[in-house]
């Protein structure tokens, strides 16, 4: 059974599946369904917003332009009204040009004045809208204004200039008619002048109006404005808020009813498509879960299954034990009846049964050795795949052994590692038996694992090997430098002595045997030395101490002073390392008693990031040339540069005659390797 915590996990992956389904439905949604455009909430709300900009507009504007005709009115009405001062003025001129004849200076401003005139009706005619200054455009205002200015130039202007042009009689003449014109001229214009102001009243009562319809305008717009939201948005967010309120408390049945066309009606008919999917989903979430379950405890024996098979492969084992354990657990798992586990001999082309289970001593008899192409299994590795076969579905397959014992199905998976076929193991079912995609997968990843653990025991047995192999040679090199030079050299002191016994020369035999006892126990210390030197072991990684021990007991042998001397506290070394430089002071100091005749031997070492090793004496020295001469044959400097390449380190020899030797080793703190 599922503990509290899976159960959450399931349903929370329940929620999960949900959610996406939900949002896979919303995509859906706006993907699937193109609204047209004047059904769309966006489209008319912009519609509404722009329809009020617009009658606010036009509102605005038809203010704008009341004003500014106001304003041309009133300065149209100023210079209407400065028509009547110069035409009192100008009668006034006139008459002192009458009364006073003489006065050239009257002449000068009638002038001025009849000009004054000419420009108010012209500017009154064109009108100036920077200013502004604008006629009314009434037909009473512009009749009114051209029998005006028509009467000023066919009229009043002539008479005014006959009386300017006229002298004496003639004068006074043209000066009673001008003036019995000038009142008339002058009521006319005040009517003008009324007619504008009314136009004027008018005009302000209609601004006044368009500015209590602006006001009123803004106001219903609001209140419709917030109606429009209130119906469009607020309504259908509270619909869905009242929905998704009751779902939360597990209400499923909600329901919204869909009343328009535009988005909010999509996302009304997505939440109830939603509600019916969650509806289904958790009314069968007991079975969903109990699925998840089911899934959950396959994968967790699949792992189960996978851990204990890589542990139990890492052991040092047998090759027999390792498959045998194998087979074992793979035999538990799949509920097999039987198995193998066999070994491919691509050399010769032969397949080898290295365990088997469940399956009769004929048939494993059988089997112990085929071709690779024969039966089922030697065709499934020829051809290098994988293979389930039902024996009672194929005809051919009543002829096989394995179907004749009563398997229904045998299976082959491969043991590979490395892109490298190392061969197969069976599965045999006496009931019909088919794997899954995933049940496949963990048989081969299995095989990999077997294929692997496989191959690291061949590796290392190779590597057990080369080791045994690379010792007996430095054995060999040891015994050669050593041994079989005294062995020679007695060999030789035998032949003499034989001569000398023949000949009755008992005083040279007598000479001999001094040489050959000599001989006997130098070569008796060689091979006491090599028996100590290949039983050298590192105490728990000890190097400083097995260096002490190794020194110590030179000292005790060869009653030679021994000095050793170590500085630094670098990084361990790995095992390996250590041994080897252990090797190399033994045979170093080998060499310090079979030829250096020294009375003092220092060794010295230097553990810092960078490692160096240095064993120096006092003895006799050599000429270094003669090491270059002696190459191959001088097994003593060779085995220890073996020794320093097997680490990747370098070794150096230093000597003169008379000034002892020097054997420096160097290794960089790169090819450290740590313990």
Known sequence: MPSRRQKSGLRADCALRVAASRNEYMQAMTLDTNLPTWQRLSTKIVGALLGFLFLALVAIGATLMLSWQLEGSSAAINETGTLRMHNYRLSMFLARLVNEPGVERMTTATESELKAIDDTFERLRRGDPQRPLLLPPTSRIQNGFLGIHERWLKHMRPMAAEVLHQEGQARVAAWQKYQAEVDPF?????????????????????????????????????????????????????????????????????????????????????????????????GSLEQRVQAKTAALADQNRELALLYDSAAFLQRPQTLESMCDGFLQRIIRYFVATGGSVRVLDEKNGNLHTAVQQGISSELAEHEQCMKVGDCLCGEAVAKRVSLVRDLRAANESRQLLCAREGFATISVFHIHAHEQHLGFFNLHFREPKSFSQKEQALLETLGQLLGIAIENLRLATREREMAISEERNLVAQGLHDSIAQGLTFMNIQIQMLDDSLRTGNTAEAADIVPALRSGVQESYEDVRELLLNFRSRLAEDDLIGALKTTIEKFRKQTGIEAQFIAEGNGPPFSREQQLQMLFIVQEALSNVRKHAMARHVEVRLNNQQDFALSIRDDGIGFQFDSLHQKGENHVGINIMRERAQRIHASLAVSSEIGKGTTVSLQLPHEERRAA
């Open 186 to 282: 002058v009521a006319e214009v005040d009517s003008l002048v009324q007619l504008i102001e009314r136009d004027s009243e008018l005009r302000t009562f209609w601004l006044r109006s368009s500015q209590l319809a602006l006001v009123a305008m803004a106001l219903s717009g609001t209140v419709v404005l917030i109606y429009l939201m209130f119906l469009l948005i607020i309504e259908p967010i509270d619909r869905l808020r009242v929905g998704i309120q009751r779902m939360t408390q597990k209400d499923f049945g909600v329901r919204l009813q869909v009343e328009s066309n535009d988005e909010f009606g999509q996302l009304t008919r997505g939440f109830n498509h939603m509600a019916d999917r969650l509806e289904e989903l958790y």
